[in-house]
């Protein structure tokens, strides 16, 4: 008996596709004795899209309507395919839990959302349903280059908001626009000069102060696709690297000065006038 649900469990992993295994590589647990105790993807509600595999923890909200979840992503990457004029070229995995719980037992992975290489984790139910265009810009735009955060990042931030989502909800800020959260910080003291954005190679660790760098860089983005227009933005997300080296942040910043005929400094400037909150003022 033991041995008969090994047998399925092992074929029922095996059948996963590569990169659902490949996000599941690091989690604690992965060793298949635990896998098959926990039964944890034989009974996962299915679905599939265009561009997606959806897979579902069984009675979570997700699972009851996964279709129309799918459907709602497919058009959310329609949209960002034509922001960045990039097909996203591969399917994608959403793996969603019933709770916090649930997902750090069967991946090892804290918190609400995780994505890793072709396989997004969220945690969904009546209280917690994640912004969805975040991480699907990521893969997107990972088709043009990897630029530096205040792009890759801003971005991310920027399109949620354009197609309809609330991204300044997570920040403290339900319904507020992306340049009135960074005005609201600036008059409490808090920012971060952007020629320091702009030579982060990721935003979350405590010295890129996240919770002000983020607005900042998406109200920037904002800025620069107001001004010069989409096809520059992506001309910048092909042409800058990210990177911790002085080096090719100084080669970056050159780049930037091709791409939109300003500098840094000069278009903080400029951006930080349109935002109400002038670099003069202070
Ligand atoms: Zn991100």
Same mark, same amino acid.
């Given at each position: %008996?033991?041995?008969?649900?090994?047998?399925?469990?092992?074929?029922?992993?095996?059948?996963?596709?590569? !990169?659902?295994? +490949?996000?599941?590589?690091?989690?604690? @647990?992965?060793?298949? @004795?635990?896998?098959? !105790?926990?039964?944890?993807?034989?009974?996962?509600?299915? !679905?599939?899209?265009?561009?997606?595999?959806?897979? +579902?923890?069984?009675?979570?909200?997700?699972?009851?309507?996964?279709?129309?979840?799918?459907?709602?992503?497919?058009?959310?990457?329609?949209?960002?395919? $034509?922001?960045?004029?990039?097909?996203?070229?591969?399917?994608? !995995?959403?793996?969603?839990?019933?709770?916090?719980?649930?997902?750090?037992?069967?991946?090892? =992975?804290?918190?609400?959302?995780?994505?890793?290489?072709?396989?997004?984790?969220?945690?969904?139910?009546?209280?917690?349903?994640?912004?969805?265009? =975040?991480?699907?810009?990521?893969?997107?735009?990972?088709?043009?280059?990897?630029?530096?955060?205040?792009?890759? &990042?801003?971005?991310? #931030?920027?399109?949620?908001?354009?197609?309809?989502?609330?991204? %300044?909800?997570?920040?403290? =800020?339900?319904?507020?626009?992306?340049? $009135? #959260?960074?005005?609201?910080?600036?008059?409490?003291?808090? *920012?971060?000069? %952007?020629?320091?954005?702009?030579?982060?190679?990721?935003?979350?660790?405590?010295?890129?102060?996240?919770?002000?760098? *983020?607005?900042?860089?998406? /109200?920037?983005? /904002?800025?620069?696709?107001?001004?010069?227009?989409?096809?520059?933005?992506? @001309? $910048?997300?092909?042409?800058?690297?990210?990177?911790?080296? /002085?080096?090719?942040?100084?080669?970056?910043?050159? +780049?930037?000065? &091709?791409?939109?005929? #300003?500098?840094?400094? %000069?278009? &903080?400037?400029?951006?930080?006038?349109?935002?109400?909150?002038?670099?003069?003022?202070?």
């Amino acid at each position: %008996m033991r041995l008969k649900n090994l047998t399925l469990a092992v074929v029922l992993w095996a059948s996963l596709p590569e !990169a659902l295994r +490949a996000a599941l590589e690091p989690m604690p @647990t992965r060793d298949l @004795t635990a896998a098959i !105790a926990a039964d944890r993807f034989s009974k996962f509600v299915r !679905a599939r899209s265009e561009r997606l595999d959806g897979y +579902a923890e069984p009675k979570s909200a997700a699972a009851g309507s996964l279709p129309r979840i799918l459907a709602a992503r497919e058009h959310a990457l329609d949209q960002l395919e $034509a922001f960045y004029g990039a097909k996203l070229g591969r399917r994608l !995995a959403l793996v969603f839990f019933a709770n916090e719980e649930s997902k750090l037992k069967a991946t090892g =992975h804290r918190g609400w959302g995780w994505a890793v290489n072709d396989v997004i984790v969220e945690v969904n139910n009546d209280k917690i349903h994640l912004e969805p265009y =975040h991480e699907l810009s990521h893969m997107v735009s990972a088709r043009l280059g990897s630029p530096p955060a205040l792009f890759d &990042e801003g971005a991310a #931030v920027y399109v949620a908001k354009r197609f309809g989502g609330d991204p %300044m909800g997570e920040f403290g =800020h339900p319904g507020a626009s992306l340049d $009135a #959260v960074v005005a609201l910080n600036i008059d409490a003291g808090h *920012y971060v000069p %952007m020629r320091e954005v702009f030579a982060f190679s990721e935003i979350g660790p405590p010295r890129t102060q996240g919770e002000f760098s *983020y607005p900042e860089a998406a /109200s920037f983005v /904002s800025f620069l696709v107001l001004r010069f227009g989409e096809a520059a933005l992506r @001309t $910048a997300f092909g042409r800058l690297r990210s990177s911790d080296d /002085s080096r090719q942040i100084a080669a970056n910043a050159l +780049a930037f000065r &091709e791409i939109f005929g #300003v500098d840094v400094e %000069m278009a &903080e400037r400029s951006w930080r006038r349109q935002i109400g909150r002038p670099l003069e003022h202070r």
